[in-house]
């Protein structure tokens, strides 16, 4: 009978093919992600400022091109928010990796009320709602208790450049959080600067990764991620493929 | 694990591939559920890999890494973590004991038994692992663990009709 019983369990604890790599891919998603996070990446002031020259000289010719379109298209007021929309689709599917999975989603274009930029988001998942002047895009079911907050915030800072920006950002995040890596140049998902913040090493642990990317003038939008560890390929890769979407329309 | 705990995700992947086929049939039966399973044995690797420089070469690999998976499954079933050893939480975790009908079988009956006795049993037969061992995993006195094999035999011998179904512990 003990033979018996060691035959049953092995028989029930059978297991489908490709299990073992879907969760290596899942555990290797993990790690990269991780290390994304507590990447330190020191920047010299010189290396900064050329780069941050190159995404103004970059954005610059971009935000021109379209407020030239827009100066000779359309009258200003609602027909430029209705001209601006039109240069999107309202809706797209975009597939998005998640898990070591790709997955198609449903995204619905948002674009904010002074049409200063653009952005699509998982309507499935998401809704977006305005707070204190921001607008956030957060889950539409609300989390069960002892989770930590779960959005993506859109702020837009008018008079302050990205750099100066960035380091604000940085020094706001050591105050709230036991580990934070140093200020990182990116061109993905936003051209700008990334920084990333972690309060400990377990699967509800808060995560805060902050974006600064220019707004084609004299400021910088600060594009706010807030999830879990546990969280970091869900929500975390789904709305670092969001921002990938944003777009700045003025200036 | 020393190349581990440099980073070396080849090494990592050598071990995943040495314990990963018992790790998910661990899991799977004590969580009886294959997605919560497969999140279970996820998180265990992940938790070797961060952990891996406090792993100590002189004890043997097996009880530590059989130890943090059983930790994540009891976390997946429970949807919350706690730190007391889980040899403790198994006093504390199990739910009524519930025996199978008349026609169900040895795995039925194993299955139905109270996650104190259920576990030290899948570790036993499923692993062959000696009763120091389990008792290392489970982080238990290995007179406790005797007790619990014993108790468990007799539920299991009665809920399948008083037929012996195997050696005393």
Same mark, same amino acid.
């Given at each position: 009978?003990?033979?018996?019983?060691?035959?049953?369990?092995?028989?029930?604890?059978?297991?489908?093919?490709?299990?073992?790599?879907?969760?290596?891919?899942?555990?290797?998603?993990?790690?990269?992600?991780?290390?994304?996070?507590? +990447?330190?990446?020191?920047?010299? /002031?010189?290396?900064?400022?050329?780069?941050?020259?190159?995404?103004?000289?970059?954005?610059?010719?971009?935000?021109?091109?379209?407020?030239?379109?827009?100066?000779?298209?359309?009258?200003?007021?609602?027909?430029?928010?209705?001209?601006?929309?039109?240069?999107?689709?309202?809706?797209?599917?975009?597939?998005?990796?998640?898990?070591?999975?790709?997955?198609?989603?449903? +995204?619905?274009?948002?674009?904010?009320?002074?049409?200063?930029?653009?952005?699509?988001?998982?309507?499935?998942?998401?809704?977006?709602?305005?707070?204190?002047?921001?607008?956030?895009?957060?889950?539409?079911?609300?989390?069960?208790?002892?989770?930590?907050?779960?959005?993506?915030?859109?702020? +837009?800072?008018?008079?302050?450049?990205?750099?100066?920006?960035?380091?604000?950002?940085?020094?706001?995040?050591?105050?709230?959080?036991?580990?934070?890596?140093?200020?990182?140049?990116?061109?993905?998902?936003?051209?700008?600067?990334?920084? /990333?913040?972690?309060?400990?090493?377990?699967?509800?642990?808060? *995560?805060? *990764?902050?974006? *600064?990317?220019?707004?084609?003038?004299?400021?910088?939008?600060?594009?706010?991620?807030?999830?879990?560890?546990?969280?970091?390929?869900?929500?975390?890769?789904?709305?670092?493929?969001?921002?990938?979407?944003?777009?700045?329309?003025?200036? | 694990?020393?190349?581990?705990? #440099?980073?070396?995700?080849?090494?990592?992947?050598?071990?995943?591939?040495?314990?990963?086929?018992?790790?998910?049939?661990?899991?799977?039966?004590?969580?009886?559920?294959? #997605?919560?399973?497969?999140?279970?044995?996820?998180?265990?690797?992940?938790?070797?890999?961060?952990?891996?420089?406090?792993?100590?070469?002189?004890?043997?690999?097996?009880?530590?890494?059989?130890?943090?998976?059983?930790?994540?499954?009891?976390?997946?079933?429970?949807? !919350?973590?706690?730190?007391?050893?889980?040899? #403790?939480?198994?006093?504390?975790?199990?739910? !009524?004991?519930?025996?199978?009908?008349?026609?169900?079988?040895?795995?039925?009956?194993?299955?139905?038994?109270?996650?104190?006795?259920?576990?030290?049993?899948?570790?036993?037969?499923?692993?062959?692992?000696?009763?120091?061992?389990?008792?290392?995993?489970?982080?238990?006195?290995?007179?406790?663990?005797?007790?619990?094999?014993?108790?468990?035999? #007799?539920?299991?011998?009665?809920?399948?009709?008083?037929?012996?179904?195997?050696?005393?512990?």
């Amino acid at each position: 009978m003990d033979r018996k019983l060691k035959e049953r369990l092995l028989e029930e604890s059978r297991q489908p093919d490709g299990v073992k790599e879907e969760i290596w891919n899942r555990i290797e998603a993990r790690l990269n992600m991780e290390n994304n996070l507590t +990447q330190d990446v020191k920047i010299d /002031s010189k290396g900064r400022d050329a780069f941050m020259r190159k995404i103004k000289i970059t954005t610059g010719v971009a935000a021109a091109a379209v407020a030239a379109a827009v100066f000779f298209t359309l009258p200003a007021g609602t027909a430029f928010m209705e001209d601006v929309k039109s240069w999107f689709v309202p809706e797209k599917k975009v597939e998005v990796e998640v898990e070591g999975h790709k997955e198609q989603t449903d +995204q619905e274009l948002h674009l904010d009320e002074a049409g200063s930029y653009a952005i699509y988001y998982d309507k499935e998942r998401y809704k977006l709602v305005q707070q204190d002047g921001k607008d956030v895009i957060t889950t539409k079911e609300p989390l069960p208790e002892g989770y930590p907050e779960v959005s993506l915030t859109i702020e +837009q800072y008018r008079d302050e450049e990205p750099a100066g920006l960035a380091e604000k950002a940085a020094e706001a995040l050591a105050e709230r959080y036991a580990k934070v890596r140093g200020i990182t140049q990116v061109n993905e998902p936003v051209a700008g600067y990334r920084i /990333s913040a972690i309060n400990g090493n377990d699967a509800r642990s808060e *995560v805060e *990764v902050v974006y *600064v990317t220019d707004n084609g003038g004299k400021g910088s939008y600060m594009l706010t991620l807030k999830y879990f560890l546990e969280a970091a390929e869900g929500h975390g890769a789904r709305f670092e493929q969001m921002l990938k979407e944003f777009r700045v329309l003025e200036q | 694990m020393a190349r581990i705990a #440099e980073g070396d995700r080849e090494a990592f992947r050598a071990l995943y591939d040495d314990y990963f086929d018992y790790a998910l049939r661990t899991a799977n039966l004590v969580t009886r559920n294959a #997605e919560a399973a497969k999140d279970a044995v996820q998180e265990a690797f992940l938790r070797v890999y961060r952990h891996s420089g406090q792993y100590d070469p002189a004890k043997p690999f097996k009880p530590w890494f059989y130890c943090i998976l059983l930790r994540e499954c009891c976390r997946v079933i429970e949807k !919350e973590k706690k730190t007391v050893p889980y040899g #403790e939480r198994l006093d504390h975790i199990g739910t !009524e004991q519930r025996f199978p009908e008349a026609e169900t079988d040895i795995y039925a009956a194993l299955q139905a038994l109270d996650d104190k006795y259920r576990v030290p049993f899948i570790l036993k037969y499923l692993h062959d692992y000696s009763e120091k061992e389990i008792a290392d995993i489970l982080e238990l006195n290995v007179n406790t663990l005797k007790s619990r094999l014993l108790k468990g035999r #007799e539920k299991m011998r009665k809920s399948l009709g008083g037929t012996f179904y195997g050696s005393e512990a």
